[in-house]
């Protein structure tokens, strides 16, 4: 087990660095198209005085040579920002001049909320829809969870939200607190925007919503890795037993169709960020995504290159994550 997560941590710094380097070097490739970012810091009406230039290109890493020839990858640019990564030190904004660190202690937060019920919802309901439809399979029951599904998963995620935002959320907030309160959970939950006052209440909605990314696909993969362990022997043999049908359901079937499980979650994770750049956008919720977009934007390459480094780093740990569930779940993996 000890060599099978060795060789899977190596992998997964080697994708990290390859990701990273291609990040760093469309942002070199982007300055030396587009121009030199720094000029953006004097608001393009007139031209700067070189010395103030100098000074801004050194202190945002653009005073190298390299960002004025077209595909030069800027190597050294890339193993300072190493460097600087490693020591926690993120750089600044090159509108208002702000730390990134901090910015990332405010919006990191905010995501991870968001993640944290949308893996929720896309895992709970979707065992509990694939279970039911595979317990009835060719029957109406499975015909309706495997159509609702995929209806479901056919309705753009940014369409719900805003039938969510524009048709739902403010009557049912209105109804909430006319029974509850206003500063009550249920007078919360339903509101149309983030409150940074309530984070983890405002967050569960539209949690919920990115949570159906991925549904239709993640239950028919329950349902057919359940249909397959339904009629294996060791099923057969508990039925002959007596055992109670639930029984059977959870501590055979269930227990035993857990791989394609992890494997839909960890392949729809990069779905779920994408997901999560419109949610943040719509709900106003100052997470990763909304940053990244906002950053773009306004020009900011370093600030554009931290939030995608951010992100490559949660889908290469969830990645590791898996292949480690992998082996947990069946011994057989790690040997091969």
């Excluded at 001049?97 to 910015?103: F, G, K």
Aim: with cysteine; charged share 15%; glycine share 8%.
């Amino acid at each position: 087990m000890g060599r099978y997560v060795i060789r899977r941590l190596l992998q997964a710094f080697l994708t990290l660095g390859i990701v990273l380097f291609l990040l760093h070097y469309l942002m070199a490739l982007s300055v030396q198209i587009r121009g030199n970012p720094a000029l953006l810091f004097f608001g393009g009406e007139r031209a700067p005085d070189p010395a103030m230039l100098a000074q801004i290109e050194r202190l945002y890493g653009l005073d190298s040579p390299c960002y004025e020839r077209v595909g030069d990858p800027c190597v050294l640019p890339f193993i300072d920002r190493l460097q600087n990564f490693v020591q926690g030190d993120f750089g600044t904004t090159l509108n208002g001049n702000r730390d990134v660190a901090d910015l990332l202690a405010i919006f990191i937060p905010n995501t991870l909320r968001l993640f944290v019920f949308s893996v929720i919802t896309l895992v709970v309901v979707s065992m509990v829809l694939g279970t039911w439809a595979a317990r009835h399979r060719g029957k109406f029951v499975d015909h309706a969870v495997r159509g609702t599904t995929i209806l479901a998963d056919s309705v753009p995620v940014f369409l719900i939200l805003l039938s969510y935002v524009y048709i739902l959320a403010v009557p049912l907030t209105r109804w909430a607190r006319g029974i509850w309160g206003s500063d009550s959970f249920m007078g919360q939950l339903f509101r149309p925007s983030y409150n940074p006052d309530y984070p983890w209440v405002t967050i569960i909605i539209p949690g919920i919503i990115v949570g159906t990314v991925g549904l239709a696909t993640l239950t028919r993969l329950i349902r057919a890795a359940q249909l397959e362990n339904l009629g294996s022997d060791f099923v057969r043999t508990a039925n002959a037993k007596g055992l109670k049908p639930m029984r059977i359901t959870i501590v055979h079937v269930i227990r035993n169709s857990m791989i394609p499980v992890v494997t839909g979650v960890g392949f729809l994770f990069a779905f779920m960020l994408s997901g999560a750049v419109l949610t943040e956008g719509i709900m106003g919720i100052p997470g990763m995504g909304r940053m990244i977009f906002q950053a773009v934007q306004r020009q900011e390459g370093n600030l554009v290159i931290v939030g995608l480094t951010v992100s490559a780093f949660v889908v290469v740990f969830v990645s590791l994550i898996v292949d480690l569930l992998y082996a947990a779940l069946d011994p057989r993996i790690r040997y091969e």
